[in-house]
T-cell receptor
Framework: AQSVTQLGSHVSVSEGALVLLRCNYS??????LFWYVQYPNQGLQLLLK??????LVKGINGFEAEFKKSETSFHLTKPSAHMSDAAEYFC?????????FGRGTSLIVHP | GAGVSQSPSNKVTEKGKDVELRCDPI?????LYWYRQSLGQGLEFLIY????????KSGLPSDRFSAERTGGSVSTLTIQRTQQEDSAVYLC??????????????FGEGSWLTVV
């Protein structure tokens, strides 16, 4: 069994501030973990993924995430938010053939 | 194709009508997924195909929903006797193999269904 919990349906930051989107997972097998971004009226686009090669994963657009097994977490961060980062972000876990997605976190960036 | 292609991109239908949504996955991808995304909700798994077979249909919400995949490529999701609660974005995704090996799944832009 596997599941994903994204803490906070909305996160609001000022432009230039740190972005932190939280994701906790559960999985009965070693997991693969993903972050996807969805811009308005578009499909989901892969930001980054963890496949056990390295615990700190760097993705596109300056985002990164750190896999912490002891905390069962895979939080997404970016040092400095841009207005263009405003979107919906989904965390996903895959240890079986069907990935399970979190409910999403809407990132709001204020000028 | 270069990416996952879905059609129609938008569909408005009357309650009680049948609709067909089409997905053309990335060439060579054996795994294909359908998800549903309702307003303010996450992604709800509907069905998974490996090749032409569907080993997991557990997410289909009712017997009004069905899906098929032919030639290991194009898939069609059919909703019969549509209801207003069927209004949602239907997302198709594909991956080279099943995701249990960490394969990335790639999404189409979705088919927006509105039932009036």
């Amino acid at each position: 069994a596997q599941s994903v919990t994204q803490l906070g349906s909305h996160v609001s930051v000022s432009e230039g501030a740190l972005v932190l989107l939280r994701c906790n997972y559960s999985s009965s097998v070693p997991p693969y973990l993903f972050w996807y971004v969805q811009y308005p009226n578009q499909g989901l686009q892969l930001l980054l993924k963890y496949t056990s090669a390295a615990t700190l994963v760097k993705g596109i657009n300056g985002f990164e995430a750190e896999f912490k097994k002891s905390e069962t977490s895979f939080h997404l961060t970016k040092p400095s938010a841009h207005m263009s980062d405003a979107a919906e972000y989904f965390c996903a876990v895959s240890g079986s053939y069907i990935p399970t997605f979190g409910r999403g976190t809407s990132l709001i960036v204020h000028p | 194709g270069a990416g996952v292609s879905q059609s129609p991109s938008n569909k408005v239908t009357e309650k009680g009508k049948d609709v067909e949504l089409r997905c053309d996955p990335i060439s060579g991808h054996t795994a294909l997924y359908w998800y549903r995304q309702s307003l303010g909700q996450g992604l709800e798994f509907l069905i998974y195909f490996q090749g032409n077979s569907a080993p997991d249909k557990s997410g289909l919400p009712s017997d009004r929903f069905s899906a098929e995949r032919t030639g290991g490529s194009v898939s069609t999701l059919t909703i019969q006797r549509t209801q207003q609660e069927d209004s949602a974005v239907y997302l198709c995704a594909s991956s080279l193999e099943s995701s249990e090996r960490g394969n990335t799944i790639y999404f189409g832009e979705g088919s927006w269904l509105t039932v009036v």
